[in-house]
Structures are given as C-alpha cells and as structure tokens.
C-alpha cells in the first residue's frame, strides 16, 4: 500500500503522477489549440495570394504563394495609419486617465480613512453589476451634451476610469503591511509622499495589468466609436476595417491582414510590460 501512495511536497501538495501530468498538458495543449489556431488561421489567410481558392471544401492551411500584396491593399483601401493614429490616441488617454484615476482612488479607499469610505466602494462595486449596453444611451447622452459628440475625447471619456481598475488598484494597496505607512506618519510624511514613496514602487505589477487590459479594451472598442464618431476622418481602426468588407463582395484575405495589423499594437504593449504583469498576477504586485 505504502508502494502505491503518492508522494507529499514539503508544502503538503501531493506530487503529480505520470497520468495526471499527461491529462494536464492534454489539457493546455487543448486550450492552446482552441486560442492560437483562430489567430494562426488567419495569418494565414492574409498571406494567401489572389490565385488560392480560401473558400475550398478542404482549404490549406499553409500558403502556396506567401505574399504581402495584402497588406499594401488594406493601405491603399483604407486609411489605416490614420485610423490606428485615432486608436493609439483614444488608448493613450484612457490609460492615463485609469493609471491615475485608479491609483489615486485606489489608494484612498485602501489607506485612507474618510467618512463614506465604505458607502463610496459599496457603490462602485454596484457599477460593476450594469452591464456597459445598460448606460450607454445615457453615456452618449452625456457626451452630446458636453460638446464631444464625433471626437476622440468623446470616445476615450466613458472609460477613462473603469470601477474594476479602482477595485484592483485598492486590493494592490490594501496588501502593503499597515506598518509601513505608520512608520512614514511617525516620520511625517503626508499621504503624497507615502502614495509616491511607499505605495507605488509596490503596485508596479498591478499598474501594468491594468495598462495592458486597458489598452486591449481602448485598442478593440467597436460599438461605442461606431456610435460616437460620425466623420470618417476621425474614425478608429476597429471602426475603419468595416470598409474592408464590401456591401456586394469581401475579401478574406483584405479582412485577415487587417486584423492582423490591428494585432500588432497588442503584442508590442504585452511585451513590453510582460515582466511586470506576471508579477502582478503571480505576486500580487507586492514585494516581500
């Protein structure tokens, strides 16, 4: 019996056996499979040449004439330098506006203490149960009222302080040991300088999370530009790419290379800030 019991790691975890650890990466390969082929299957098809048939009852996955004609044509169809421009604006904003907004109130319903406190995170924990489709009348509403009907700052402005970033900011906050604020008070620092000093160099990895998440959100937004923005001048690249597919005739390949061009942004951001978003996610975002 002791032969067939499995053994114990020092934490008290009992150690995977063969069949387990066969069934786990099955697993990831199956998550993996369903993930990544979508993307590979359209990289594929934006490399694909007039002459291949995509439509085929049993299409090829690998190109028989790799080209790049495809993305030169998205360029000469679209505008989409000026698109992507207006998207990186637009993404640019609402990163700044949660990076700030979320930390400053992030940190104020974690280590600050106020009359309300608990009523204020009572109510942003209500916003997270509406649905974005529920507000967004009232929300262009707004927007038309102030001005910023068909521009970019209309755009970004709904989401330039989502209530889940301020959630998760708080959570990075409230993880510091309360000690190390009280030492800074004794010493006489005020709530900027403990925000700056002490509080910031722990949430680096949470601040990347929601840098990342943030610009994926700005970056894909298609329903709420498509209602805002009315010139085509000003139009994002997840509106801009609709002119791609024709009322009568599309093109695939047109279709895939401009989502592969509108993938790109995504990647950069991700790796860039990789190191400190698995830290965020693994850790916490607090050092030991």
Known sequence: MAA???RVRPGGLAAAGP???ALRYALLLLVLALTVSPFLWQLSTSLKSLHEDVYSRTPTFLPEHPTLDNYAQVADAIPVWSYATNSLVVAAIVITGNVVGATMAGYALARLRFRGAKLLLGLFLATLVLPGEVTIVSQYVTVRSLGLADTLLGVALPGAIAMLNVLLMRTAFAAIPPEMDEAAVIDGATAWQRLR???LPNVRGMLSVITIFT????????LWPLIVLTDPDH????VGLQYLNGTFTSNPRLIAAGTMISFVPIVV???ALQRYFFRGVEEGAIKG
């Open 4 to 6: 067939h019991a499995r």
């Open 19 to 21: 069949a387990e650890k």
């Open 197 to 199: 000093q002490i509080g």
């Open 215 to 222: 610009f994926i959100g700005a970056w894909d937004d298609f």
């Open 235 to 238: 139009y994002t690249l997840t």
């Open 269 to 271: 951001v991700f790796a």
